[in-house]
């Protein structure tokens, strides 16, 4: 999770970078959101992601605060691994950061808005009677696996104040996570105090290797860089040894440009606003609308402070990504739509994190509806994965087709802002269109920009052959996507398309052999028969392709139909069986890299996993299974340590072994809305309008039920969803059976409409299992739910 400062989704995410590899590796830093634990700081840059897994995208408009001679020191201003330096003393809290340089003693605070930064240097009483700050625009996280994966700096211009007092500019950087073309930053800042000098300098520029000289610092106040031309500037202010220097610098980023940049500056940050006032303003917005969303009420009773701070630093976790942009469309993207970039997958959110926005940040998710849909307008694709204004990079399915569908089922086809007629067209395109292949050396078959890239293979025969990256994992979400296809087909298209997806949503059963066949022995329940697996074109299993995840995994991966899964696994109590194999501990074989968490098939670290323990609802009489499944992957694989998410480490730990230098990775929010689902109870089934139930992690907790009020953005809802769970206590844990509204059910899942509205949903708790849900099963597409 990305520790520096920003408010909800907001523009600008102002941070230290550092860097915690071998100095003769080049001082390399793998984590995606800047910061590591340990290593040492390179800089402080105003854009970064949060919780991202693959390479770093960013970590760019920097400054760096020096102390003293640089000649003395050996400081290359162009090279960051000639001024490195560890910190101590961080703290991190809403709206704010502080770290103190171990090397040199200077403390710098940070504060954010939604486009601008403040950082505030305080250099000590020294002996070093100069300080500086470094602007390098050649500054960017780069990536462990170097190369064509590293995203790079590409050229710039920068204009500097002659008196010393601010600069602006801009400058271009390509590749990255999602190897996108060159993308333009403006940038526009100002200093509290004029510096005594301000100097620019310029030198050819590597990405793999930093300069053999330091660049002259020179006296132009106008420069630009062609293609690999580093540029940079040095501010430097005298000061009495005996009395230090306070410096603050106040930062605006625009896609637009430097003029728009300064703008925000002048308006969110004038100086006649507080660097105090202004944290206080961002810890009072994430309280307004993220933090006071969910609530635990007194009658709860006493709480540990684990089971709240988990709740807490995971519904923070949830509003860092995706990026607002609205206004800041780029090039002659002129759009009234609202913006969001940095879609971190589609593929990691679709299935926990876009339903919580639904629920619970509904003014917001109408926005980012309308945004995909209008990127869709104006870049031909829905994003999938998006970073740096461009779409990149698809992870299997075309996955916000199922973030459109289970908007409209849930209730916001009713909204006016939203064009459906536009979001159905775009879902058809994912769904009947080949994309332009790109490269990608991670998939042999590129086409991972958007789109599906195995069409071809998918229409004619209803499968994906190996002649495409990862056939049956894409295989299984094609499917997926066809469903979504055709829910909004039914409504929006013609009969024949609805017909034509419906047909392709039931193309999993392709991939089923059924005489596939695992032996786990006794400890794992014995053979179990039915597997996924890739086949030829001429209908020969092979070698199963799978992305980040077993076959054993994505065989349970069939959402909008589990009745027809459970019966080609030989019916519930064959389905039961393998359930319960797949959280033995002690056969995990490997899931991809980093991903992995504990022993058992079942893996608590990645998204394919994230619905397998709540499949027990799905057989009736076993949802007590769900409760115990959740309740250990919970009590197990997440804490408020260093390391409490399971999986989803970052390339620096890999390369480290177990010092955990790098953060955690929140999956752009998908881990943390799964662990939000589970304490409240709940798991959201997407593409259908169902929640499963588990049980509550509290005897009382309110959820704020978001709106869509098209008059006020910022409104919000006075409407609480009070779940309740009488008797629930340490020992007893088991659901003994379940209101709604006062009105018992024996159902194990509740449908979207019966909480939009508010109300109760009570969970009486107690010591044993018992068969409480003996009533109607989820909906699946085989037992008539269309």
């Not at 790109?438 to 789109?451: L, M, V």
């Amino acid at each position: 999770m990305f520790p520096g400062v920003s408010l909800p989704f907001g523009q600008v995410k102002l941070g230290i970078d550092t860097s915690v590899l071998n100095l003769d590796q080049g001082g390399i830093s793998s984590a995606n959101s800047g910061y590591t634990p340990r290593g040492n700081a390179t800089g402080f840059s105003l854009l970064h992601t949060s919780g991202t897994g693959g390479q770093p995208k960013y970590g760019v408009v920097s400054q760096m605060p020096l102390l003293g001679s640089l000649e003395e020191q050996r400081i290359n201003v162009a090279d960051n691994r000639t001024y490195l330096t560890n910190r101590t003393n961080e703290v991190a809290q809403v709206g704010y950061f502080r770290t103190t340089f171990e090397t040199t003693g200077v403390t710098t605070e940070l504060t954010a808005t939604q486009h601008t930064g403040i950082l505030h240097y305080t250099f000590p009483p020294s002996v070093n009677t100069t300080a500086h700050v470094l602007i390098d625009l050649a500054h960017a996280l780069p990536s462990g696996g170097g190369g064509y994966i590293s995203q790079r700096y590409v050229k710039g211009e920068l204009t500097v104040d002659p008196k010393g007092g601010g600069y602006n500019g801009s400058a271009w950087y390509d590749l990255g996570w999602n190897q996108g073309e060159a993308w333009q930053i403006f940038f526009c800042g100002d200093f509290s105090k004029s510096a005594t000098r301000a100097r620019t300098f310029w030198t050819p520029y590597n990405h793999l290797a930093p300069p053999a000289s330091a660049p002259t610092l020179s006296p132009y106040y106008d420069i630009y860089a062609s293609d690999n031309l580093a540029i940079g500037a040095l501010f430097s202010w005298e000061f009495e040894s005996s009395q230090g220097l306070e410096i603050e610098s106040r930062i605006g980023v625009s896609f637009i440009s430097a003029q728009k940049a300064c703008q925000f500056v002048r308006e969110e940050i004038p100086w006649s606003k507080s660097f105090n006032s202004t944290v206080q303003a961002a810890k009072d917005t994430w309280n307004k609308e993220i933090l006071s969303s969910i609530t635990v009420p007194p009658e709860n009773g006493a709480t540990n402070d684990t089971l709240l701070g988990l709740l807490y630093t995971h519904l923070y976790g949830t509003a860092l990504m995706p990026t607002d942009r609205t206004s800041e469309n780029p090039g002659k993207w002129d759009s009234k739509e609202p913006y969001y970039d940095d879609w971190y997958t589609m593929w990691d959110i679709f299935r926990c994190t876009t339903p919580f926005y639904h629920l619970v940040y509904t003014n917001r998710y109408v926005d980012m509806l309308r945004s995909i849909i209008d990127t869709w307008r104006f870049d031909g694709y829905l994003p999938d994965g998006r970073s740096g204004n461009q779409n990149g990079r698809t992870q299997g399915g075309s996955n916000a087709d199922n973030v459109l569908a289970d908007a409209y089922i849930k209730g916001l086809d009713k909204v006016k802002t939203i064009s459906w007629k536009d979001g159905y067209k775009a879902v058809q395109k994912d769904a009947d269109i080949v994309p332009r292949r790109n490269i990608d050396f991670n998939a042999f078959d590129g086409g991972t920009k958007e789109g599906r890239n195995a069409l071809p293979d998918w229409i004619s025969l209803g499968y994906i052959t190996q002649d495409y990256s990862r056939s049956v994992s894409k295989g299984v979400e094609y499917a997926q996507n066809d469903f979504a296809a055709y829910l909004l087909a039914k409504s929006l298209g013609s009969k024949k398309d609805a017909a034509r997806y419906l047909q392709r949503a039931n193309n999993w059963k392709n991939f089923w052999n059924e005489n596939a066949t695992v032996d786990l022995g006794d400890d794992g329940l014995g053979v179990h028969m039915g597997f996924f697996g890739s086949k030829s074109a001429q209908g020969v299993f092979d070698t199963s392709l799978t992305y980040e995840g077993l076959i054993w995994e994505y065989s349970f991966n069939v959402p909008h139909d589990t009745a027809a899964l459970i019966k080609l696994m030989g019916g519930p109590a064959a389905f039961e069986r393998r359930l319960d194999a797949s959280f033995v501990e002690g056969f995990s074989l490997g899931a991809g890299p980093a991903n992995t968490a504990g022993t058992a098939l079942f893996n608590p670290g990645n998204e394919p996993s994230f619905q397998t323990p709540f499949l027990y609802n799905y057989i009736n009489g076993k949802q007590f299974k769900t409760v115990e499944k959740t309740r250990y992957i919970v009590n197990k694989y997440y804490s408020l340590a260093r390391s409490g998410i399971p999986g989803n480490q970052g390339n620096a730990r890999r390369l480290h072994g177990d010092q955990h230098d790098t953060e955690n990775n929140l999956d752009a929010g998908a881990m943390a809305t799964w662990l939000l689902w589970n304490l409240l109870g709940l798991y959201p089934v997407t593409s259908q309008p169902v929640y499963l139930l588990s049980a509550p992690f509290f005897k009382a907790v309110d959820v704020r039920i978001g709106t869509t009020n098209p008059t006020s953005p910022s409104y919000q809802s006075k409407t609480y969803l009070k779940i309740r769970a009488p008797g629930f206590s340490a020992n007893n844990t088991y659901v003994q059976g379940v209101k709604i509204n006062g009105k018992s059910i024996n159902r194990s899942f509740i449908w979207h409409d019966e909480i939009t509205n508010g109300g109760t949903l009570e969970f009486t708790m107690g010591s044993e299992a018992v068969a409480w849900d003996s009533g109607e099963l989820p909906p699946s597409l085989s037992t008539g739910w269309k």
